[in-house]
């Protein structure tokens, strides 16, 4: 089943014996064990790469702002280039989360004494304040005065601060939550009453102004500090970090989403469901739950690929067009499927319908463990959609980004979702081996199986409390039939009054020993792009299958991520899509031959013929799960025989001028995209990004810059691109110091967007060691830019 009708099944009530269900409470993660699984192999290698991560290293930035002396020096990465401090408070979720899946005392050890060195640091600082943002106390002592400037990643010249400090607000919270660790949670509260004083004296519009930049679940983590302490100042707290540009559009159902930065989105969004739930206004909690729901659907249903991510480059594209899912290589970002994951459970939790739970299968089989290298335990960060393309990894000395700190989490809470209870229900959502301890019932169960290289699962009930009378609710998948879900009770079948996207209800009087068989039969098909264009996934069952591929055979590639800025992209040569394996079929029937292959489970070949070029009739379909240190296919274009020919003369026509400035191209920044201007050294004054319709722009009303690399000095043109829109700003463009142009933007450009290039002085990058300031600035009563592209070309194009 596509991920458009698992989203279009939340329309529906979920189908039982018993019918509707209602909402539903997961599990605390101490009650759940994992079972020899994918997933319990995942939590090991997690824990070895947790344990191989060095504290004090990641305290320092913490102790160095509170004016202590750090025990060893900061990691370097994001870790010393101005989110110093992000990556522990990630640590400090990942081993309460540890802490709780598996009781490890050696985890728990850390936790105390990461809590112990953070307090020491908090105390130090002396007004609840706690992070390592660098210079951050006279950023946040401006704040305060209300001078304040902030874009989409910057406040006060600061990268994006307050989603910095959202982590060591989480990490508190989980450490209380997950580990019970007492001293967490004054330090959070702490940390929150200096958040209400910081804001105190801001106008709703300068706080408004201030949550353009990207301020991760800040209004989350408040609303769980009000339901923690009962006090209404936190959750007005957390109504006012709550983002209305993004908020109201959703609570009138309208997507509004193209071109955001997705990832700063959807942490907000799981802020509306928390405030939603918590609000004593029914109109305004129901408005933030319907906000809510509506993005999550909309996500789903129109933004999302068969792994279940999503993003280009970081943003939301139009919903109408997946051209850049195959052509970009910085394909679905890893930390949003984590966040996506983390509203999916709110979500359930509060309706429990059976589509949110085969979203998060799918998202987590697919996108989730898949981003984790079985061997070292390294994380990635962008999953390449595009064929013939790679993933790194990152080694725990050395990346530090974002994807690392929610991966470090998302292997350590695989048992959080497996099952809910609601009154006198059991719900089991996943088919993951476990046991669960539902210690107010008194019931013990260990889910057992081979899924999903089996399709089936086992339960027994090995303690069924003091009357043994409750529902046990099991998730009928999407992906299998109707009629044909078999469950047997003791060896005995029990009919199912349910349909694929709900839950089978079997109510009874239990006793232990008592074992429920679950028969979950799969099928291989094909799931579409989600734009319908002409690009289809092979799954089988949940599981999106891919094939290894070797364009380029004689190639070494790296798949470990280094520790510089742009580290985490998989930047090797990018294949042609002319030379891509493709499906050729007159019809798309072809799915039903895939033959699996004996003895390799959930490995399938494709019937003779059908995949044209690459590896042709050898090629394996594995799942893509199991899939690393390779190049490889998830969508595969399809063509008639008669049109292969020209489909592959189309193809190669519509990249050729792309890939030819690519590789010209030395380095390149999309200018008010975040990360690309962070990893570029962003500077400003005056500076602010914005959309022109699907492109984002960056301008400043002094100066704005960026730092570029020339490793081989063998630059000779920047390419700028502008909009017509902006005729008649004059600014220069100073490279090094030097100015190397004066530029008027014309009234009269023949398109709405072009390009100009700019020669560079041959002895200016002799000069430059490999690094090239390039600064925009603006003429007296003028702008700098709108910039819309960047890049540093090899050879001069077409001149100034």
């Known amino acids: 089943m596509t991920l458009k009708r698992m989203a279009a099944l939340l329309l529906l009530q979920a189908t039982t014996l018993l019918g509707a269900a209602h909402a539903a409470e997961l599990f605390p993660l101490r009650d759940v064990r994992l079972g020899p699984s994918p997933f319990l192999d995942a939590q090991a290698t997690d824990l070895n790469y947790l ?130 660790n007492g001293d967490a949670k004054i330090m959070l509260i702490a940390l929150s009453d200096w958040a209400l004083r910081l804001t105190g004296h801001l106008s709703d519009e300068q706080m408004q102004q201030m949550l353009k930049s990207e301020h991760g679940g800040m209004n989350e983590v408040l609303a769980d500090v009000y339901e923690m302490t009962g006090q209404q100042k936190y959750l007005d707290l957390a109504l006012k970090f709550s983002h209305r540009a993004i908020l109201q559009p959703l609570e009138k159902g309208e997507d509004k989403l ?117 061997g070292s335990g390294g994380f990635v960060y962008f999953t390449p959609m595009r064929p013939n393309h790679y993933r790194v990894y990152s080694q725990p000395d050395q990346g530090m980004w974002c994807c690392v700190g929610s991966g470090i989490e998302s292997h350590a809470k695989y048992g959080e979702f497996i099952y809910a209870h609601e009154r006198d229900a059991l719900f089991v959502n996943l088919f993951i081996p476990s046991t669960l301890d539902w210690r107010a019932r008194g019931v013990k169960l260990t889910q057992s199986n081979n899924f999903p290289d089996q399709a089936g699962t086992r339960i027994v009930l090995d303690a069924v409390g003091q009357d043994g009378r409750f529902a046990l609710r ?199 995209e975040q990360q690309p201007e962070s990893d570029h050294g962003f500077k400003g004054e005056g500076a602010d990004a914005g959309l022109n319709g699907k492109r984002h722009w960056r301008h400043a009303t002094a100066w704005f810059s960026y730092e570029l690399k020339d490793p081989q000095a063998e630059a000779r043109a920047l390419r700028l691109t502008f909009a017509r829109a902006d005729g008649g700003r004059r600014f220069d463009v100073v490279v090094n110091g030097q100015r190397v142009a004066e530029l008027v933007l014309p009234t009269d450009a023949a398109q709405e967007f072009y390009t100009r290039d700019i020669a560079l002085p041959a002895d200016l990058v002799r000069a430059a060691r490999g690094k090239l300031e390039v600064k925009f600035v603006a003429r007296e009563g003028s702008i700098a830019g709108g910039l819309y592209g960047l890049r540093l070309l090899r050879g001069e194009g077409q001149g100034v």
């Open 51 to 180: 344990m191989s991560m060095d504290p004090d290293r990641l305290l320092a930035p913490f102790l160095r702002e509170a004016g202590l002396q750090p025990r060893q020096p900061s990691y370097g990465n994001w870790e010393s280039s101005g989110l110093d401090g992000h990556m522990g408070g990630h640590y400090l979720s990942a081993l309460a989360l540890m802490t709780a899946s598996t009781g490890d005392p050696e985890v728990k050890k850390r936790l105390d004494y990461f809590v112990a060195e953070l307090k020491r640091a908090q105390q130090a600082n002396g007004d609840g304040y706690l992070g390592g943002i660098p210079g951050g106390r006279a950023a946040w002592r401006d704040v305060a005065a209300g001078k304040l400037h902030a874009d989409n990643f910057s406040v006060n010249g600061k990268w994006v601060p307050w989603y910095n400090l959202h982590k060591i607000y989480a990490g508190l919270r989980d450490a209380w939550r997950y580990a019970g």
């Open 258 to 374: 193209t071109g955001l930065h997705a990832n700063t989105q959807i942490p907000k969004v799981i802020g509306f469901q928390r405030i939603g739930e918590l609000s004593k206004d029914p109109a305004q909690g129901r408005d933030m739950r319907q906000a809510a729901a509506f993005f999550w659907q909309t996500v789903v249903e129109h933004r999302t690929v068969a792994i279940g991510g999503n993003s280009v480059k970081e943003h939301f594209h139009d919903v109408k067009d997946f051209g850049p899912m195959v052509d970009e290589v910085e394909g679905p970002e890893t930390c949003n499927t984590y966040n996506m994951l983390k509203l999916t459970e709110l979500l359930f939790a509060a309706s429990d319908k059976a589509a949110y739970a085969d979203y998060y299968e799918r998202a987590l089989y697919n996108h989730i463990l898949a981003s984790q290298h079985p």
């Open 474 to 672: 099991i998730r009928y998948p999407a992906w299998v039939a109707p009629g044909k879900l078999s469950v047997r009770v003791n060896g005995k079948p029990v009919k199912v009054d349910a349909a694929p996207g709900s839950y089978a209800s079997i109510e009874r009087t239990w006793k232990k020993g008592d074992r429920i068989d679950l028969e979950l039969p799969m099928t291989t098909r094909l799931e579409r792009m989600p734009d319908r264009s002409n690009y289809y996934a092979v799954l089988h069952g949940p599981v999106v299958l891919a094939a290894k591929t070797n364009p380029f055979p004689s190639e070494h590639l790296n798949f470990l991520a280094d520790d510089s800025r742009m580290g985490h992209i998989a930047s090797g040569q990018v294949c042609p899509l002319e030379a891509a394996p493709t499906f050729v079929a007159d019809s798309t029937d072809f799915v039903r031959r895939f033959k699996p292959v004996k003895g390799k489970p959930l490995t399938f070949t494709a019937p003779p013929g059908l995949v044209q070029g690459g590896s042709g009739a050898s090629t394996e379909f594995i799942p893509f799960f199991r899939l690393h240190d390779a190049r490889y296919m998830v969508y595969w274009q399809q063509s008639t025989p008669g049109d292969y020919a020209r489909m592959k003369l189309d193809n190669a026509a519509r990249e050729q001028e792309r890939l030819a400035l690519d590789a010209l191209t030395i380095d390149q920044v999309g200018p008010g």
